[in-house]
Every structure is written in structure tokens, then in C-alpha cells.
């Protein structure tokens, strides 16, 4: 499962448990970390030479329905995942990022809130980190960064 953090869970209670108001962001920008997140302390985000948060607006041609990667209808599985329906593009690294070990989610391109975090994994499901080197194209493929919220 995703990691959620405290910003978040906090946020999530209070408005299904508590009927408090929440406004749920329109995009979200995903970083990449080189140290290992939780719920309170985010992890060393990757600076560089061309690196930027990729933003994907919420939405449902954005992220997939739980029913199946590229679904772009409102959530009807059971599995309890979705994932990006378009690649996550960084471009080509124009310098060393370093070992990316950990995605991040925020409401912000450049500072906001931190929403959730998860391991870079490969088609398996196994966390794997990488090494990006100066001249490495960077990018999540179509379907390839899963959230699973189950």
C-alpha cells in the first residue's frame, strides 16, 4: 500500500469521521526521493540539473479506475489500486540524481503538502531502486506507478 501521511490521514478522518470540510487537490506532483518516507518526514527529494515534480491532474483519463490499468471510467473493481494512464515523464537527466529509492505525492509543484509516498518497484511488484546517471531518460511508463489504497 501507498504510504499516507500524517497531512493526509489527518485530513481524511476528519472529513469521513468527522464531516469536517476537505477539498481534495487537482493535480498532484510527483516527486523523486533518495531516502526512505513515512508519515511525518518526507524523504530527500532528487535535485539536479533538469529535474522537476511531474504534475498529473486528478482525474479520470489521468489515473485508472480499480477495474483495470487504462480505465477511464469512475472505480468499479475490487482490487483497490490505480495507476497512471499516461507515462510520468522527467525527460533526460542532465546530471546525477543519484539512487531514486521512493515516489512522493504533492498538492504543490514546488513545496504544499505531502499526500502519500511509495517504492520504486518494478513490474512485480519488488522494490527496486535506480541509479540515475547524467543523460538517463527518466520516466514512469503507462500503468507502471501503481497506488494501491487496499
Same mark, same amino acid.
Not at 481524511?12 to 498532484?28: E, G, K, N, Y
Not at 511488484?125 to 535506480?130: D, I, M, Q
Given at each position: 500500500?501507498?504510504?499516507?501521511?500524517? =497531512?493526509?490521514?489527518?485530513?481524511?478522518?476528519? !472529513?469521513?469521521?468527522? +464531516?469536517?470540510?476537505?477539498?481534495?487537490?487537482?493535480?498532484? !506532483?510527483?516527486?523523486?526521493?533518495?531516502?526512505?518516507?513515512?508519515?511525518?518526514?518526507?524523504?530527500?527529494?532528487?535535485? $539536479?540539473?533538469? =529535474?522537476?515534480?511531474?504534475?498529473?491532474?486528478?482525474?479520470?483519463?489521468? %489515473?485508472?479506475?480499480?477495474?483495470?490499468?487504462?480505465?477511464?471510467?469512475?472505480?468499479?473493481?475490487?482490487? $483497490?489500486?490505480?495507476?497512471?494512464? +499516461?507515462?510520468?515523464?522527467y525527460g533526460t537527466a542532465g546530471s546525477? !540524481?543519484?539512487?531514486?529509492? =521512493? %515516489?512522493?505525492?504533492?498538492?504543490?509543484?514546488?513545496?504544499?503538502?505531502?499526500?502519500?509516498? $511509495?517504492?520504486?518497484?518494478?513490474?512485480?511488484?519488488?522494490?527496486?531502486?535506480?541509479?540515475?546517471?547524467?543523460?538517463?531518460?527518466?520516466?514512469?511508463?503507462?500503468?507502471?506507478?501503481?497506488?494501491? %489504497?487496499?
Amino acid at each position: 500500500m501507498a504510504g499516507l501521511t500524517n =497531512y493526509l490521514r489527518n485530513n481524511l478522518i476528519d !472529513w469521513f469521521h468527522r +464531516a469536517q470540510s476537505f477539498t481534495p487537490p487537482s493535480s498532484v !506532483w510527483i516527486a523523486l526521493v533518495t531516502t526512505t518516507p513515512n508519515a511525518a518526514t518526507a524523504g530527500t527529494e532528487v535535485s $539536479g540539473t533538469g =529535474y522537476a515534480r511531474i504534475e498529473v491532474p486528478a482525474s479520470l483519463t489521468d %489515473w485508472c479506475g480499480t477495474q483495470g490499468a487504462g480505465s477511464t471510467s469512475a472505480s468499479s473493481g475490487t482490487g $483497490g489500486t490505480t495507476s497512471n494512464n +499516461a507515462d510520468i515523464d522527467y525527460g533526460t537527466a542532465g546530471s546525477s !540524481w543519484g539512487t531514486v529509492t =521512493y %515516489w512522493e505525492a504533492y498538492d504543490d509543484e514546488t513545496a504544499g503538502n505531502r499526500l502519500m509516498w $511509495g517504492a520504486i518497484v518494478d513490474s512485480g511488484g519488488t522494490p527496486t531502486p535506480r541509479s540515475i546517471s547524467n543523460g538517463d531518460p527518466v520516466k514512469f511508463p503507462t500503468s507502471s506507478l501503481q497506488i494501491p %489504497w487496499a
